[in-house]
């Protein structure tokens, strides 16, 4: 067997171990005073990692392993976005990860989320579900530690507890789809697959069943129940990794699989995921508008932004894929960026997330206030801001494809999220306050990280040559 | 020529800067930022200029069109796609001249005119913003980019105009300026898609088959963007909002409702002369009827007004109107053979920059000596305010066009373009020279002679301006007197050759008459303390002078128009039905959406059993689903 391609196609991978495996050693090798520059060091690694795969290396797709690991330039764009995405909610983590309590055990916080990160990776590139799976796993287990991260704190444990038995059931179901697929098409392999697929009732169950691991992992509705449970109880660096990387890595690896693995059973999908899109999106808001702790809140909101996502895969094309690494783009900046000013408003206050909290918060924290605001208005999708533009060619890629109703359903539902993001807006300009967050001033890694975000914000949108830059690549699909 | 790109990033950085820092930056920290960066700007401007008229002609005899910076922003598909970029041409070149000359010399102006005032900082971030966003447009490669400026410039001239506000007229100036240009904006985009949609492009100059194919179109689509000039040049019956503002800055007025902003209605037409005068000369000439009648109503109203701002503004909106009529008069794309009125024009744009400008300085300086606009606060300055005085008759015997100011060769030509497309034309716009030199005087002569305000002025002594404010004043008087030799048509002609300038002393001898006449009347009725001659006439034809007070209440006649019939009988019925209707939609969805969520909220309960039964139940139930289809 020819191994050559382990070191030009992975390239990926392979220097995300090293990243690994240098956080590791220094975990174990610095002392007391080297510790000190862990955070800046594990940056410093993440920025040359990403600065040395950010541009795909190949123009063409290319399968190693005999096929299980398969290269191509655009799943190389959606790993340098969440590797982006990383490097940000590290630069959020640090003033959580600096406290008394969580400050002896940072190395293992790297190491787990860099490991899921490494999952992630697999799962895009696989070419085979046996791989696919394992990719998952990495995701997802590591994944449970770090919302039990905290695990003296009730909450934090109970969040855990709750990922991983939720997790279990869902990985479970979807082994199981997988072994009908293997039982009647005797492949496992995403190439052979589409030949033996013939549409019969055991394959649509298997699709389903395969389908409910990845909405698991999307917090699709009705996978969704874990969601709100969860984000509330992890640490709040740990829920925007969640809400984020996570979901643009299962987002895109469900558009490919769906494209290419079923594409003889489009039309079962598609109607899959047309059901799944107006009860994500629907259901969502209607809890959303009821919520008043914020880390809940974002919880619907991601469900229902992942609804949205859903409308570039039901579309099924090469736009439809571009539109969709954009969106996870565009919404990785808004979220990170409502997270982040969440988190360190929680830092700084020991613990306040509710929104009566954020009243008045203008007249303390303008700073502050004027990011949420604008990365609220980013996720509502208004303009000039640059959720309104992934908003609009996610709904171009679906108008296009003839799914109009569908299209129409979700422009009511971005009306009714507008109602609760601007909830929180009005909590933080006009809502009294007798005894506001008081006025402080975040920390240098929180700030950068805060600003890169909202450089995404303002600027992603109205620079049409990142879309394009992806469309570039989309098209190799 | 790359750092072309510096004349727009500079002023933008400065804007960025000035607009975060804000207040934290002290007043005069601000203004020298400003300044030092327009300075910069002017600078790379000139130098711009100096090497690429500097570079010479190219084989065919023309200056060579530039690109130096392009880059496509947003692919159609197709040929379509908007690009942001630099382009330069002799008339790019020619307007970054004047605007970063006006522009600096405003800024420096600025900090004794401004001085003290709130908002001192504010108010250099947006002479910033207004000096990238009309370079920009100027330097626009394609109408889109053209367009993308020219909004901007609308912008920061709405939030100039409304700088002071706290002051109801200034807050309603600047939304009656913003909401009437951005009227005709709207025609100006229809145009744009209409030229986009049938030439396939929106650059200034499409290849020969695309325009083939819109042939039939191309009319409508230059109307519309007439259209859309005449609403920033303030072209009757688009002109009512730049008397208003007014109610801005005075050095403000000078810049952008003087010198630049409002001339961009002319640069457009310029801009876009070659598919005028190929496709359709019939709206060019439609053009000089618009230019011409609004000349006239301007110059007549001019001669009545009694606020000296009033009067500055009417007095530029009849001399756009010159401008106008000169590109409008144009036959064809030789200057020997009819295109000599866009040399006229380009000219007297840049020669009225600078004088204008200069007469708007020196009100500035006139009215921070009494504190007043009105006349009657006015009268025998010429003894507290001697630079003033001078540079002020400098600008008015410029705009009156007495040999050898700059006005007189920019309108001369004017004149003999006019007189070649028919005599009437000339006629008539040898009339409004010469009703322009009388109500200059009439201005000058109730300013600096006339029945001193003695009152006022024992009470507040009026003082010449400080150093900052004269030195800009001196400068522009300078370009005024010298200004008129400039060979200008070798730089800027209709069709890129050069042209050499010969004064047709018949016209010129008229004119000068003409304006000679003007000034002796204005001197005999306002000279004097006295002024029974000018009351009298008020008496006798007091019909006619309100009117002409009033502006012959075309401004009544929106309000009537706006009130009684748009929103009366369009806007009350589609407000009743937005109100009733649509957001009786909204309701309903957000009622549903409140009774749903109290229904279905038992199903977040946070047992982790239960979930494990939606998710098998929800997987199940979609397989039934897509079973059973």
């Keep these: 067997m020819d191994y050559s391609g382990i070191f030009t196609y992975m390239y990926s991978e392979i220097a995300l171990i090293g990243v690994i495996v240098a956080a590791l050693l220094y975990d174990l090798a610095a002392g007391e005073k080297g510790r000190r520059f862990f955070h800046h060091a594990v940056c410093v690694l993440m920025l040359l990692f990403i600065a040395g795969t950010v541009v795909p290396y190949h123009k063409e797709t290319a399968g190693i392993f005999g096929g299980m690991y398969i290269y191509s330039p655009v799943g190389s764009i959606v790993k340098s976005i969440l590797a982006i995405g990383t490097l940000i909610v590290f630069l959020q983590a640090e003033p959580w990860l600096r406290r008394e309590d969580t400050r002896f055990k940072r190395g293992e916080f790297y190491v787990l989320v860099l490991s899921t990160l490494l999952g992630m990776d697999f799962m895009i590139s696989a070419g085979h579900f046996m791989m696919f799976f394992l990719g998952l796993e990495l995701a997802s287990v590591p994944m449970a530690c770090l919302v039990a991260f905290d695990k003296y704190k009730g909450n934090s444990a109970e969040a855990g507890a709750k990922y991983i038995l939720s997790a279990l059931f869902a990985s479970g179901l979807m082994l199981y789809g997988i072994s009908f697929l293997y039982g009647t098409t005797g492949t496992l392999y995403f190439e052979d697959m589409p030949a033996g697929l013939t549409g019969s009732p055991l394959q649509i169950l298997s699709l389903v069943f395969f389908f409910v691991g990845l909405g698991f992992k999307l917090s699709l509705v009705p996978f969704h129940l874990w969601t709100a449970d969860t984000y509330q109880g992890a640490p709040t660096a740990v829920t925007s990794y969640l809400s984020v990387i996570s979901k643009g890595a299962a987002a895109f690896a469900l558009m490919v699989i769906l494209v290419k693995v079923f594409a003889p059973m489009t039309e079962y999908w598609q109607l899959m995921l047309y059901i799944v899109i107006v009860l994500s999106i629907t259901v969502a808001n209607i809890f959303a508008i009821r919520q008043k702790n914020l880390k809940r809140f974002l919880a619907f909101s991601s469900i229902s932004q992942a609804g949205y996502i859903m409308l570039a895969v039901i579309s099924g094309t090469p736009y439809g894929m571009t539109s969709l690494i954009f969106y996870v783009l565009v919404y990785m900046a808004a979220n990170l960026a409502a997270f982040g000013v969440i988190g360190t408003i929680e830092q700084h206050t020991h613990g306040k997330v509710s929104m009566d909290d954020y009243n008045g918060l203008y007249s303390t924290n303008p700073k502050l206030a004027v990011t949420m605001t604008l990365a609220l208005f980013s996720l509502a999708g208004i303009p000039p801001f640059a959720g309104f533009f992934s908003k609009f060619f996610i709904f171009a890629a679906a108008f296009e494809e003839g799914f109009h109703v569908l299209v129409f359903i979700a422009l009511i539902n971005t009306v009714i999220s507008l109602y609760y993001y601007l909830l929180v807006v009005k909590a933080m300009f006009i809502n009294r306050n007798d005894s506001p967050v008081a006025t402080f001033r975040s920390d240098g890694s929180t700030r950068l990280g805060l600003v890169l975000c909202l450089a995404g914000v303002l600027a992603l949108g109205i620079v049409s040559s990142i879309f394009d830059g992806i469309n570039l690549y989309a098209f190799g699909m | ?629």
Excluded at chain 2, 137 to 165: C, D, H, K, P, R
Excluded at chain 2, 212 to 221: D, F, S
Excluded at chain 2, 335 to 364: I, N, R
Excluded at chain 2, 583 to 601: P, Q, R
């Design chain 2, 1 to 629: 020529m790359e750092y072309t790109i510096l004349i727009l990033l500079l002023p933008f950085l400065s804007f960025i800067l000035l607009g975060l820092l804000g207040t934290r930056l002290k007043p005069s920290v601000a203004g020298a930022a400003g300044t030092i960066v327009t300075g910069a700007v002017a600078i790379l401007c000139y130098w711009t200029a100096f090497s690429y008229f500097g570079a010479g002609r190219d084989a065919s005899g023309v200056f060579p069109t530039l690109i130096p910076w392009n880059t496509v922003w947003l692919p159609f598909g197709g040929s379509l796609h908007i690009d942001l970029g630099i382009l330069l041409d002799p008339i790019s070149v020619m307007m970054l001249i004047v605007i970063s000359t006006v522009s600096l010399m405003v800024h420096i102006y600025s900090f004794g005119y401004m001085k003290g005032e709130r908002g001192f900082q504010r108010y250099y971030a947006f002479l910033s913003l207004f000096t990238m966003s009309m370079l920009g447009l100027v330097l626009a490669t394609n109408i889109f980019q053209m367009y993308i400026f020219w909004e901007l410039v609308g912008v920061s001239s709405y939030l100039l105009i409304g700088f002071y506000y706290t002051k109801k007229e200034a807050v309603a100036a600047s939304k009656k300026a913003f909401i009437v240009t951005r009227f005709a904006d709207l025609g100006f985009l229809i145009g744009i898609l209409i030229y986009g949609f049938y030439t396939g492009t929106f650059s200034f100059t499409p290849d020969a088959p695309a325009l083939g194919a819109a042939k039939a179109l191309l009319p409508l689509a230059l109307g519309l963007m007439f259209i859309g000039g005449a609403g920033k040049s303030a072209m009757f019956p688009l002109h009512i909002w730049l008397p208003d503002a007014m109610e801005g800055p005075t050095p403000v007025s000078a810049l952008i409702h003087a010198a630049t902003m409002v001339v961009a209605g002319v640069y457009l037409v310029a801009r876009m002369f070659p598919l005028f005068i190929g496709y359709a000369p019939e709206v060019l000439h439609i053009t000089a009827y618009v230019g011409a009648f609004t000349a006239l109503y301007a110059a007549v109203v001019a001669c009545v007004q009694s606020d000296i701002k009033r009067v500055l503004a009417f007095s530029t909106i009849s001399q756009i109107g010159f401008m106008i009529v000169a590109l409008g008069v144009c036959t064809s794309a030789d200057p020997h053979e009819g295109g000599l009125g866009y040399m006229a024009s380009m000219f007297h744009l840049f020669t009225h920059a600078m004088f204008k400008a200069l007469l708007f300085l020196g009100a500035g300086c006139i009215i921070h000596a009494v504190h007043s606009n009105e006349m009657s606060a006015m009268g025998g300055l010429r003894k507290y305010m001697p630079v003033t005085h001078i540079t002020f008759l400098v600008a008015c015997l410029a705009i009156a066009g007495i040999w050898p100011l700059s006005g007189f060769f920019s309108k001369d030509e004017i004149l003999a373009a006019c007189f070649r497309f028919s005599p009437v034309m000339g006629g008539i716009m040898t009339f409004i020279a010469g009703l322009t030199a009388f109500y200059m005087f009439r201005l000058y002569y109730c300013i600096f002679w006339g029945n001193e305000n003695k009152e006022l002025h024992a009470e507040h002594r009026p003082h010449e301006a400080p150093y900052s404010m004269t030195i800009p004043l001196i400068f522009l008087a300078a370009v005024t007197l010298f200004a008129g030799w400039i060979p200008f048509g070798e730089f800027v002609s209709s069709n890129g050759q050069a042209y050499h300038i010969h004064i047709d002393w018949t016209v010129a001898g008229i004119s000068l008459c003409v304006a000679a006449a003007g000034i002796a009347l204005a001197t005999w009725m306002y000279l004097r303390e006295d002024r029974t001659v000018a009351d009298g006439l008020a008496v006798r034809f007091s019909g006619l002078h309100k009117a002409a007070y009033h502006r012959f209440y075309i401004d009544e006649i929106y309000q009537f128009i706006t009130h009684r019939i748009i929103f009366a009988c369009i806007s009350t019925p589609v407000a009743w039905f937005d109100r009733h209707v649509v957001d009786g939609f909204m309701n309903l969805l957000a009622l549903v959406t409140n009774k749903v969520s109290w229904l279905i909220k038992g199903i977040q309960s946070g047992n982790v059993q239960r979930y494990s039964i939606w998710v098998l139940g929800g997987a199940l139930g979609i397989a039934i689903v897509l079973l059973l289809i």
